[in-house]
């Protein structure tokens, strides 16, 4: 019994989450290995990854997974692939008072960090549920609340005003883990990126179209390539995502078909939301392990622009919500006394780091 307590100690002490992911069986492909200190799961046979299934591990967190049998190729991440430092900066004087700058005024080759502020909260559409994709449209909020229940009654989205006043809600949707949201403009459409499933292994690749005026699934289906969180650019007529632990980004044209992959330097946060715009990709990962909450910009070609840390930030980081005019926000957990309430939406202004 003192045996399995601690394996049990040790695997919620290296998994550092609650959420409970199953990862799929159809694939003889093993993930990489797990350290304390790297984060990683290392199975070497079928068997594993079927007793791997049954811990609480995120998705996220694990820097592989199999891929499902209907995949083209191997989605498999080196176990000692390069990792960002994440080391949190020393503070400008300044940090959180006068000065700093807005989103549209950021320079590439300038070091940057963020200071996040508060604006509203979105109340959970029911109990026992937690927030998970957050968008605003310009004018409204857009949230969407994930419980483990039967597909069919999974998930709820919530449409709040501009103070975070509950409008309305969706019936019950089989939308997945439903881990981010993105506005389409042309199609008046919210995009939903599945991520996981405790019960579906093509979830790490659906997606459903979600009609912003009945809040009903209009289109839903799997594409070739993974994500765990999904991003448009009404200026650019494209989209952007991220597979797995964010080593790949993935460019699609305005009607969400493939145009290329990127490898990046993979990031020991929490991947999370992604959010597009003219300039590139941006990318929201909690922190996590140590390493601090922080923000990313790739440009359409895959370089990275900024990285920008939020060493202050405490909550668990879960999408961006709107960029727009020198304005960010992005959406975190909400949580007292050990339950999710909702989500909290922050501004963020950013301040130069002395070089």
């Known amino acids: 019994m003192k045996k399995r307590f601690a394996s049990i100690l040790l695997v919620l ?80 004087s300044n940090f959180g008072k006068e000065g700093g700058v807005t989103v549209d005024q950021l320079k590439v080759g300038t070091k940057y960090v963020g200071y996040a502020e508060k604006l509203c909260s979105l109340p959970n559409a029911a109990t026992q549920t937690r927030p998970q994709g957050v968008v605003f449209d310009g004018s409204r909020f857009y949230m969407t609340n994930f419980s483990n229940d039967k597909p069919e009654s999974r998930v709820i989205l919530s449409v709040f005003d501009d103070k975070g006043n509950l409008i309305r809600t969706s019936e019950k949707l089989d939308l ?6 993105t506005y389409v403009p042309k199609k008046n459409a919210l995009y939903v990126a599945s991520c996981q499933s405790n ?73 999370q939301g992604v959010y597009c715009t003219d300039e590139g990709i941006w990318f929201i990962r909690s922190h996590q392990k140590g390493y601090v909450t922080e923000l990313l910009l790739y440009d359409w070609e895959g370089h990275l622009l900024h990285e920008i840390l939020l060493p202050e930030f405490a909550e668990e980081a879960e999408d961006i919500v709107y960029i727009q005019d020198g304005t960010f926000w992005f959406a975190s957990k909400w949580t007292e006394r050990f339950m999710a309430q909702g989500a909290n939406i922050w501004s963020v202004k950013f301040y130069e780091l002395e070089q």
């Open 199 to 271: 019960d579906d292994e093509a979830a790490y690749y659906r997606y459903s179209v979600i009609d912003i005026e009945s809040l009903t699934i209009v289109e839903q289906a799997e594409k070739e390539k993974p994500f765990f969180a999904l991003g448009y650019s009404s200026e650019k007529d494209m989209f952007g995502s991220g597979q797995w632990s964010g080593g790949t980004l993935d460019i699609w044209d305005g009607d969400f078909n493939h145009i290329t992959s990127v490898n990046v330097l993979t990031h020991g946060t929490l991947s």
């Open 13 to 92: 002490f290296l998994a550092g989450c609650t959420e409970t992911v199953i990862l799929p069986e159809s694939s003889s492909e093993a993930v990489s290995s797990i350290s304390a200190s790297s984060g990683t799961i290392s199975i070497s046979s079928q068997e594993a990854i079927s007793s791997a299934a049954s811990s609480p591990v995120s998705s996220q967190e694990v820097s592989s997974v199999p891929v499902p049998s209907q995949a083209t190729s191997s989605v498999v991440i080196p176990p000692e692939a390069p990792c960002s430092a994440n080391v949190a900066p020393t503070l400008p």
């Open 176 to 181: 997945d883990h439903a881990n981010s949201l």
